[in-house]
């Protein structure tokens, strides 16, 4: 049986950046293809060694294993996983207990849950199931959070076109972890702007899944430094890889939504450092 590897991105700094080309920096901070029909996907980051992806059961199971790069006889023995559906609703099977996903339900796995399945609901072929996965010193309970059950946050304004609706589900006084804080953000009709001012938090790395984009629509990305600013034009159901030290905003041809989370020092949410319109460059 030919054994199975995850992909890795090496981490960076900013002086890398004005260097880059933009296929470079396609190459090392996007994930085009998170979601394979009948495959689980990964991407193993060196920043805060988080791993992230995507599973799509259509219509079969599909089975979370140990990976040679997580040294692990399972994918939990070490981690915690924060998972978000983000197609038709499915199922997941954590050692036996059955969870069952809508879309925007989010679900937390602890350390040392071994065996993880993913199913799609009776008469349902759609589910797409987003992973977000960190290391763990300790293991706290499985949890299920669906769509307004979480502590929602009603930010920004329809002149600003950055009205938004946040949903924090795995969050320091929500479904407790170790280190991941995940969520997911629905922008309002008429809004494009996921987050302005820009910010940073270099205590934390953050990744996007950009989903809901509508067809022929796309979102650009900023990310780099406040004063050597770069930006990704991405798609529906691609991630973004954000460093500590990387701002993160974007804007949408049209609006959208986005799974954002974290890990790293500490789980304040709050905790940023924003950097003003005035000041990028």
């Not at 996907?41 to 990976?67: F, N, Q, S």
């Not at 960190?134 to 706290?140: D, F, G, M, N």
């Not at 702007?193 to 509508?214: G, I, K, Q, S």
Request: with cysteine; proline share 5%.
């Amino acid at each position: 049986m030919t054994e199975t590897h995850i992909p890795q991105r090496y981490a960076t700094n900013p002086a890398q950046i004005p260097g880059m080309t933009t296929q470079q920096l396609r190459d090392t901070y996007l994930i085009e293809q998170v979601f394979v029909p009948g495959e689980i996907t990964l991407v193993y980051t060196h920043h805060d060694r988080i791993v992230l992806g995507g599973a799509v059961p259509a219509g079969d199971e599909l089975v979370l294993t140990g990976y040679p790069e997580i040294r692990s006889e399972y994918f939990l023995e070490h981690r915690e996983i924060g998972i978000v559906n983000v197609g038709d609703t499915g199922a997941v099977i954590a050692d036996g207990e059955t969870f069952e996903l809508v879309k925007g339900a989010c679900l937390y796995l602890g350390r040392g849950v071994e065996d993880v399945r993913f199913l799609d609901a009776d008469g349902s072929d759609g589910a797409k199931f987003y992973l977000f996965s960190a290391p763990a010193h300790t293991s706290y309970p499985s949890a299920l959070v669906r769509p307004g059950e979480g502590n929602v946050r009603e930010l920004g304004d329809q002149l600003t076109s950055n009205r938004r609706t946040l949903n924090q589900y795995i969050h320091e006084n929500g479904v407790k972890s170790c280190q991941i804080v995940m969520g997911v953000t629905e922008l309002h009709p008429g809004s494009m702007w996921n987050t302005m001012p820009a910010h940073t938090h270099d205590r934390r790395t953050e990744c996007y899944l950009y989903f809901d984009v509508p067809e022929g629509a796309r979102v650009i990305h900023l990310l780099g430094e406040r004063d050597e600013t770069r930006h990704l034009v991405v798609a529906d159901r691609q991630a973004i890889i954000s460093p500590s030290w990387s701002l993160h905003s974007g804007v949408g041809t049209a609006a959208y939504s986005f799974v954002w989370a974290m890990a790293g020092e500490n789980q304040a949410f709050d905790d940023m450092d924003a950097a003003a319109v005035t000041d990028l460059k």
